[in-house]
């Protein structure tokens, strides 16, 4: 299994709290990294996100990290 087909998998099942962790740790993976390792990944997750909050692109992705920042 690819990475990308593994995170599909946990998209099927992941809370809405979860999937903002995965972003937030492949943020952090980037800056650590580059972006080159796993920007599929953020693509899909950031896709995922969008999907499930419609006509909100990454809004709430936004307030959930500022809130774990407070």
Not at 27 to 41: K, P
Not at 44 to 53: G, Y
Request: glycine share 4%.
């Amino acid at each position: 299994m690819t990475d990308e087909t593994d995170l599909a998998e946990f998209f099927r099942v992941a809370t809405d709290d979860e999937l903002f962790q995965k972003m937030r740790e492949l943020e952090i993976r980037s800056e650590e990294e580059g972006l080159d390792g796993v920007a599929a990944q953020v693509e899909l997750t950031a896709s995922e996100i969008e999907n499930r909050f419609p006509g909100q692109a990454l809004a709430p992705y936004k307030r959930w990290k500022q809130e774990q920042f407070l």
